[in-house]
């Protein structure tokens, strides 16, 4: 089966830097995406990675290691419009994505 | 990117009745998929829509609670029958484009808010 862990909660102030990280266990891994949602909202698509390294998209990035079976994403210079749930998917099997519980990130003035 | 439309965006039930979903696409998708959220937790797959045959289900979900149409690429309904307390959620349909696997690019419709009493 498929398991992802990441924390359940951050808190950064505005302007810093903020890593969310998540481990994951999967059979048949090819890749791992990152969602935004705001409260109220839809989930919105951030990121994917298939290959090892840093995935850069303006002030978010998304790290991979597939050794290790870990990735991060990377919030520079926090608004906080940032303020949101951030998850973690891998594939499910087939077509299936399976998210992570998310991680809520709170960013103080 | 395909840009999801949903309805109703919420709608208060009384228990032991049906609500049923719909779902539009603006563009064709390979994969349709029907989530639950519960407020403050993740998104738990209910389904996969397959177009012209049934729904592929995921453990814990049964066509007879949850009935799911897809007649044609761009459309796909959700009925939540028998509707109970238990069912207060947060339903999401969502679609993948063409010649992405599990776990790449999704994108979502806004959701539908369910309160049963």
């Known amino acids: 089966g498929q398991s992802l862990e990441q924390p359940s909660e951050v808190t950064a102030v505005e302007g810093a830097i903020v890593q969310i990280n998540c481990t994951y266990q999967?059979?048949?891994?090819?890749?791992l995406s990152w969602y935004q949602q705001h409260d109220g909202g839809a989930p919105t698509f951030l990121s994917y990675?298939?290959?090892?390294g840093l995935e850069e998209t303006g002030r978010f990035s998304s790290f991979l290691s597939r050794s290790d079976s870990y990735g991060y994403l990377l919030l520079q210079e926090l608004q906080m419009k940032d303020s949101a749930s951030y998850f973690c998917a891998v594939g499910g099997g087939g077509f299936k994505t399976i998210f992570g519980a998310g991680t809520r990130l709170f960013v103080k003035a | 990117s395909a840009v999801i439309s949903q309805k109703p965006s919420r709608d208060i039930c009384q228990r032991g009745t049906s609500l049923t979903i719909q779902c539009q696409v603006d563009s064709q998708v390979t994969m349709m998929f029907w989530y639950r959220q519960q407020p403050g937790q993740s998104l738990t797959l209910i389904a996969t829509?397959?177009?012209?045959?049934?729904?592929?289900?995921e453990s814990g979900f049964v066509i007879d609670k949850f009935p799911i149409s897809r007649p044609n690429l761009t459309f796909s309904t959700l009925t939540v029958s028998n509707m109970s307390p238990e069912d207060n959620s947060i339903y999401l349909c969502?679609?993948?484009?063409?010649?992405?696997?599990?776990?790449?690019?999704?994108?979502f419709g806004p959701g539908t808010r369910l309160l049963v009493l």
């Open positions: 829509a397959n177009q012209g045959s049934e729904a592929t289900y």
């Open positions: 999967t059979s048949g891994f090819y890749g």
């Open positions: 990675n298939a290959l090892d």
């Open positions: 969502s679609g993948r484009p063409p010649g992405l696997a599990g776990g790449e690019t999704q994108y």
